[in-house]
Nanobody, 121 residues
């Protein structure tokens, strides 16, 4: 009932930048935390960055100082600006959102399909 669609992935050289975006749509009464997770081949999915509805952020140690998460509450979107990319940042990046459904006033957690980010020369 809540759909998340990511965009902005691709191939970039080490040291380059990419900006990911994620748009939430559907039967949303309220959006709470939104964020980004990533999964590299052979590894478990890990947290990259999250942002609350009030703008409080949380980052994985490996991306602090390089990545910036932001959101537009009016547009139900979340973004991830990734600078100084490293080969170890290569992964499928998934958008995540949780909140309250409009129809049942129940809690939801939704995931996007993911967008590939490849950092390679």
């Amino acid at each position: 009932q809540v759909h998340l669609v990511e965009s902005g992935g691709g191939l970039v050289q080490p040291g380059g930048s990419l900006r990911l975006s994620c748009a939430a749509s559907g039967s949303i009464f309220r959006l709470d935390a939104m964020g980004w997770y990533r999964q590299a081949p052979g590894k478990q999915r890990e947290l990259v960055a999250t942002i609350s509805s009030g703008g409080s952020t949380n980052y994985a140690n490996s991306v602090k100082g390089r990545f910036t998460v932001s959101r537009d509450n009016a547009q139900n979107t979340v973004h991830l600006q990734m600078n100084s990319l490293k080969p170890e940042d290569t992964a499928v990046y998934h958008c995540n959102a949780e909140g309250i459904l409009a129809s049942m006033k129940s809690h939801f957690v939704s995931w996007g399909q993911g967008t590939q980010v490849t950092v390679s020369s």
